[in-house]
């Protein structure tokens, strides 16, 4: 099963991703301090997010990432702003699709977000049975402290996508918390 031995198998080099890397100077996806990604920064109001060129709406912009025009879905949470009577919407999540699942296309990500990120959160045995058995419908690689994520998804007619999340801090403790409580949930 091919989506078995991409899960099960992490190379250490690409061609693709080395060849990208050499050719731009830069790794595609770094973002020194993990703020946001690009121009989209955490903490950003809706108003502030619909005024950048790359953004035409408040949840919904486009960027070339990768050689391909790729669709960012934003996610703001309630901020209570002093001096405010209701709390402002403030940008937390940015999803990032990156398509569909190919095993080499999941292992380039690994690699290209290897080199920018240190892998904090890495897929266990029990993790990947659960989903090559279908009782869960996403994996997940956590990068610096899952601040940047990896993720396979099952969507609901079966086909699996990849997406990159950039997630703030608050957001990135809640994923740890619950990755720690699935981990000791799966060794009992």
Request: glycine share 6%; proline share 5%; with cysteine.
């Amino acid at each position: 099963m091919k989506l078995l031995s991409s899960i099960l198998c992490i190379r250490t080099c690409s061609l693709l991703a080395c060849v990208s890397f050499l050719l731009t100077g830069t790794p595609v996806f770094a973002e020194p301090g993990i703020d946001g990604f690009r121009d989209l920064k955490f903490g950003m109001t809706e108003q502030d997010v619909s005024a950048l060129p790359a953004c035409r709406s408040s949840t919904e912009c486009l960027y070339e990432l990768t050689d391909k025009n790729r669709y960012l879905e934003l996610t703001y949470l309630p901020d209570k702003v002093p001096g405010s009577p209701e709390p402002i919407g403030k940008l937390a999540k940015i999803t990032i699709d990156m398509g569909l699942f190919t095993e080499n296309w999941f292992e380039q990500l690994q690699i290209i977000l290897g080199d920018s990120y240190h892998l904090t959160q890495d897929l266990t045995e029990p993790t990947k049975q659960s989903f090559l058995a279908g009782e869960q419908n996403e994996l997940n690689l956590g990068f610096e402290e899952g601040q940047v994520l990896l993720k396979v998804v099952r969507r609901p007619f079966g086909n699996l996508a990849l997406k990159v999340v950039y997630q703030n801090a608050a957001l990135a403790k809640g994923f740890i918390q619950q990755s720690q409580v699935a981990a000791t949930a799966s060794s009992n």
